[in-house]
């Protein structure tokens, strides 16, 4: 197992280098120019645009009901575990990292969902399919004349990959397995079996297959049974999850501009500058710089291509109204989900007399520490609490990510649905053998087909870049109110 980890960790580093982390960022960076920052100028929009009716709209889902199902993909363990991984590897400069990831990104998101339904197309039946596997096809080709299929065809086969062996299925079950393990047996007294060395508790294996039976009952009812699971639990589980955020921010009110200088200091190496070694500078400020972004990108999907077939099957006649509904995606995940977490943990464990991971604790195990040690108490409440929402995010997102999966499979099939349903009891599957994987292999897997749907993904929103400044200025030149 540990030979394994080695070359998945070499996979990873390259798969997230430094031209994999420039281009997402360029990408990013080119399109606030372009749309000339329309991430701050419209997020008001956004947010008032989110119950609008668009009762003629040719879609599936309410413009509400696309972000729901966007957002239970992207509100997961990301938000509560990665955060913590990525700080427990890059130090709290990760978490700036994930702010720049994440102010570049929402114009990134912006720009491929309102492309998903610009290129999106309509069977006879009212069936939608779109995505960035239509976007690169048929867009690129529009734009410059030659057939980008191979690059449409990569993309979702990645898609199908990060659902089914990354993001979707392990990551998820292994992190609700850990909650659940962590508040009812973190002293692992009750194992039950031992796999590969590993032992494994009662409460994993009994959480793990109930989880997966849910998992079943729902994915069978495909997109429609999903959505409106997604739209009552991701709303519910995000309110109770800042009301815990907020407690923790306003409890250690005076500790909060000392946490935010710590984060800028590990972003940019100064703490290690204080001790002289350059070479273990750069090494700081590269590693914050890449768990932030990866995890960053892990945890919103801005630049990953998946939000985007969510957003295609929004009931909209208008591109651009989606865009700036989906793009506030991004900003409710990191700018505010994330935030809270990564202030938790660097308030507990960064600041005031001690700097560093307690016992070296990682994923939920940390979150969960840090958030009992700044509310205070026995912590029982607090992990409980914690567990809840980790369980609801990360289980809506294993929903959002089947969903995702298929409609690359169904891509890459010519729209053959029975390939899809057998596609689906695999997907129970991965989720079932989830909780016996490593958390750091896992993520590591995650990370590297994350990766490798970006590339082909941030590709097409540059080339198409142009394409995306001219639909947004002459939707806002016919609505100059908005």
Known sequence: ??????????????????????????????????????????????????????????????????????????????????????????????????????????ATKYTECMLAVKYREHAADGHVLGGPFYTIEKGLKERTGFSWKWLAVLFALFGVLAGLLGIGTMTQINGITSAVNNAFDPSNEHIAI????????WSTVISGALVTLAVALVVIGGLKRISKVAEKVVPTMAVIYVFLGLSILIMNATKIPGAFAVIFKSAFGWQAAAGGAMGFVFKQVTDSMQKGIARGIFSNEAGLGSAPIAAAAAKVDEPVEQGVVSMLGTFIDTIIICTMTGLAIVIAFYTGDTYGNPENLKGVALTSAAFSKVLGGDGRSVQFLLMLCLVFFAFTTILGWDYYSEKCLEYLTHGNMTLVKIFRWIYIVAVFIGPYFTVNAVFTIADITNGLMAIPNCISLIVLSGVAARETKQYFDKNPKL
Request: net charge positive.
């Open 1 to 106: 197992m540990e030979k394994f980890s080695q070359i998945l960790n070499s996979i990873d580093d390259i798969v997230w280098g430094i031209p994999t982390i420039v281009l997402i960022l360029a990408t990013g960076l080119l399109l606030t120019i372009r749309l000339r920052g329309v991430q701050f100028r419209k997020l008001g929009l956004g947010f008032r645009s989110l119950f609008k009716k668009t009762d003629g709209g040719k879609g599936e889902l309410s413009p509400f009901q696309a972000l729901c199902t966007a957002l239970s993909a992207t509100i997961g363990t990301g938000n509560i575990v990665g955060v913590a991984t990525a700080i427990a590897a890059g130090g709290p400069g990760a978490l700036f990292w994930m702010w720049i990831a994440a102010l570049l990104g929402t």
């Open 194 to 201: 031992t796999l590969f060395g590993n032992n494994y508790t």
